[in-house]
């Protein structure tokens, strides 16, 4: 056990943050803010975040601050000045709900079916609790992972935090998961995700992935686990009671000849900067695991080039590897945090200037559009035109990896299905008859109802997560 002295994850929410003894630093229009806002949409910080990660001689512009208290710009004024008068004047709970329930429906809670899209099936059984979406890789999330550390401002999960139910997606044990793998040889990753599945203790992590190490599941050769607690709660590494035991955890994983990778959701360099949170990354890389560093770029949080370049070339000093730069996705409160796309690449092409060739395996900006993942890899004049350079990292028809395509600039568009074809064309290249025809060994497994949806921009949750 480590010898590290141990503060106790307690987790502060909208209805016990006044008991923390930061709130009385926060100015009186903050606080209502936080009351309001919270209301709406999902509100967690904890002590280690509040204590080591916030400058509260900087708030409210403080990055951390940012990405885990809620702000009034997240709704739209006239939202918060209706739902401020219900909360803090007439207290009238059942205006309040009706409110609440109207403006998270305005959010775009369902972006573009992610619910029903990707989802397996086994025996004519849909399999909610997993997502299947490239032929290598299966998402798993377990039932007791869904939830985090603390919560993001950005969340593009926020329905599932806040009693949305309808949008849950959760597996209660790994027996489905290991029978559909049994059925698909050809799937080598299975990404364990949420929320974030290190919210739960070791024992029970363990009941999910001991079975996939399975000698009948040779063909899984990669586990990874997306998780925000390196950034969050790195106790869970270093001095959590079972800390020690889930290093252990992680050996048995690799001494079963499989690769485990951790994929760690940074946003800010300050996650890094901590004695623990860099004890947390060397101990993870001390059990042969692998860590990934990978966060959407964020408005207000993580605009600076400078802070990205920082956040990787600690990353790669202490074993962790870049990874991605995503976009911010359509949902929530997403007009306080999307940025254009052109000023995405801006951030993405000036931080990965500043670092090392051993930072630069980082990708980006990418965008988890429906058909694959689309990374801007520049912008561009040709033939006159000012265009968008494009590629496919990974796609749902492996033919259109890595095939060029270009789309006209716009200096405003934040995502994908805002982009239209350059030099004249009607259609992206795979927006073709004949391309869309070539379906996928996967989409043959998939239901009706997912290739009919098949034009539909979406992403799933875990791509960032
Ligand atoms: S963005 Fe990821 S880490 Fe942050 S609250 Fe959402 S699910 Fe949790």
């Known amino acids: 056990m480590s010898t590290d002295s141990a503060i106790k994850f307690k987790p502060y929410t909208h209805h016990t943050i006044k008991a923390a003894p930061q709130w009385g630093k926060i100015p009186q229009d903050l606080q209502e803010t936080v009351s309001v806002v919270s209301r709406v949409l999902p509100f967690r910080v904890n002590p280690y975040v509040m204590d080591e990660l916030i400058n509260w001689d900087n708030i409210p512009d403080d990055p951390i601050y940012r990405l885990t208290f809620p702000h009034r710009e997240m709704l739209h004024a006239a939202e918060y000045e209706a739902l401020r008068e219900l909360v803090l004047v007439q207290q ?31 025996d004519g059984r849909p399999l909610s609790g997993l997502q299947h979406k490239y ?21 593009f999960r926020w329905p599932q935090f806040v009693g949305m139910d309808e949008l849950k997606f959760d597996a209660q044990d790994a027996s489905d998961l290991v029978e559909y793998l049994k059925r698909h040889p050809d799937v080598t990753d299975v990404l364990i995700t949420g929320g974030d599945p290190l919210v739960m203790n070791t024992r029970a992590l363990a009941g999910y992935i001991e079975p996939l190490l399975a000698p009948e599941l040779a063909h ?27 290093l252990r955890l992680f050996e048995r994983v690799i001494d079963s000849g499989r ?84 000023r995405a690449y801006e951030i993405f092409q000036a ?16 965008m988890s559009a429906h058909p694959g993942k689309v990374v801007v890899d520049g912008i561009v004049t040709l033939g006159g035109e000012k265009v968008f ?30 982009l239209v074809p350059a030099f004249g064309q009607e259609k992206f290249f795979f927006q073709e008859k004949s391309s869309w025809s070539e379906r996928s060994s996967l989409e043959r497994h998939l239901p009706l109802l997912a290739l009919k949806r098949s034009l539909e921009p979406q992403a799933t949750p875990a791509d960032i997560c």
Not at 137 to 150: D, E, M, N, R
Not at 226 to 238: D, E, I
Not at 352 to 364: E, H
Not at 390 to 412: E, G, I, T
Request: net charge positive; with cysteine; charged share 20%.
């Open 92 to 122: 009238d709970e059942s205006k309040i709900e009706t409110m609440v329930r109207d403006i998270r429906m305005r959010m775009n809670p369902h972006p573009a079916g992610q619910m029903t899209h990707n989802v397996p099936y086994l």
């Open 135 to 155: 032929r290598e890789t299966v998402l798993f999330f377990p039932k007791a992972g869904q939830s985090c550390h603390a919560y993001c401002t950005f969340c």
């Open 220 to 246: 899984v050769q990669n586990i990874r686990i997306g998780t925000k607690s390196v950034a969050y709660w790195p106790q869970r590494f270093v001095s959590d009671k079972d800390a020690d035991d889930l």
């Open 259 to 342: 690769n485990l990778a951790l994929m760690g959701h940074y946003n800010h360099p300050a996650e890094l900067r901590t004695a623990i949170a860099q004890k947390a990354v060397r101990r993870i890389v001390g059990t042969g695991a692998t860590l990934r560093m990978q966060a959407p770029v964020i408005r207000h949080i993580s605009e600076d080039p400078k802070g990205w370049a920082e956040l990787w070339t600690t990353g790669v000093k202490l074993g962790a590897i870049p990874y991605y730069m995503f976009v911010e996705r359509d949902t929530g409160p997403s007009h306080y945090f999307e940025l254009p796309l052109a």
């Open 351 to 366: 931080a990965y200037q500043q670092v090392s060739g051993l930072a630069r395996t980082v990708r980006g900006p990418s």
């Open 389 to 418: 350079a494009l590629q496919f990292l990974q796609a749902r028809n492996a033919d259109w990896v890595r095939r060029p395509f270009y789309a006209k600039f716009d200096s405003q568009a934040t995502w994908f299905d805002q």
